[in-house]
């Protein structure tokens, strides 16, 4: 089954405490991206990565990284997690943009409390 | 700089009516995409219906159905027959070349009975 997975789906940590959300897709997408999603904001591009060793920065890239050694996986690290950094976290992938339209498969959200 | 607007916050619509939410985009570029997609209570993010800037014809899946202004950068998306499963969070999404993705703020879709 096509699908794009993240892990953990629910976290709960403390300010300052490193963690890393994972993200895998089984599609062979070249294109991976991380979007947080808060309450009358929307989902709002934290970065995406066009290809394995190239990534680039999204709308609120501060306080995140990210890396892309597989193409396969799109982790998202915290280096240093804030309360603002509280929030419903989602990663997605897709095809190139080439030729017909791509849309954006979606994993199931990590939700993130950072007390 | 690209955006998203929509601006209906929340809309209620009887079951088995038509609704049509609103989407206005802001960009300079000719050649791009716009996506709907739908947020149910469970979170998932389910694509509704897409469309590419250069095709004139609106997209239509099934209920669902566009109306695609590219001149007025206006991308509304109309539920025919609505049913109790598409009360969700909407949003309007538009994506150009490999550049980042950009999603309006949402429109919440009660269903009323």
């Known amino acids: 089954e096509a699908q794009v997975t993240q892990n953990p789906r629910y976290l709960i940590t403390v300010t300052g405490k490193k963690l890393t959300v994972t993200c895998s897709q089984n599609?062979?997408?070249?294109?991976m991206s991380w979007y947080r999603q808060d309450p009358g904001l929307g989902l709002r591009q934290i970065y995406y990565?066009?290809?394995?060793?190239?990534?680039d920065k999204g709308d609120v890239p501060e306080g995140y990284k990210v890396s892309r050694k597989e193409k396969r996986n799109f982790p998202l690290i915290l280096e240093s997690p804030s309360p603002n950094q509280t929030s419903l976290y989602f990663c997605?992938?897709?095809?190139?943009?080439?030729?017909?339209?791509?849309?954006?498969?979606f994993g199931p959200g990590t939700r993130l409390t950072v007390t | 700089a690209q955006t998203v607007t929509q601006s209906q916050p929340e809309m209620s619509v009887q079951e088995a009516e038509t609704v049509t939410l609103s989407c206005t985009y802001d960009?300079?570029?000719?050649?791009?995409?716009l996506f709907w997609y739908k947020q149910p209570p469970s979170r998932q993010m389910i694509l509704v219906i897409r469309?590419?800037?250069?095709?004139?014809q609106n997209a239509t899946e099934n209920r669902f159905s566009v109306n695609f202004q590219k001149a007025a950068k206006s991308f509304s998306l109309k539920i025919s027959d609505s049913q109790l499963g598409d009360a969700a969070m909407y949003f309007c999404?538009?994506?150009?070349?490999?550049?980042?993705?950009?999603f309006g703020k949402g429109t919440r879709l009660h269903i009323l009975p």
């Open positions: 997605a992938s897709s095809r190139p943009p080439i030729g017909e339209s791509y849309e954006q498969y």
């Open positions: 599609m062979n997408h070249e294109y």
């Open positions: 990565s066009m290809n394995v060793e190239v990534t």
């Open positions: 960009t300079s570029e000719s050649d791009y995409y």
């Open positions: 469309q590419e800037a250069y095709k004139q």
């Open positions: 999404a538009y994506r150009v070349g490999y550049d980042k993705i950009i």
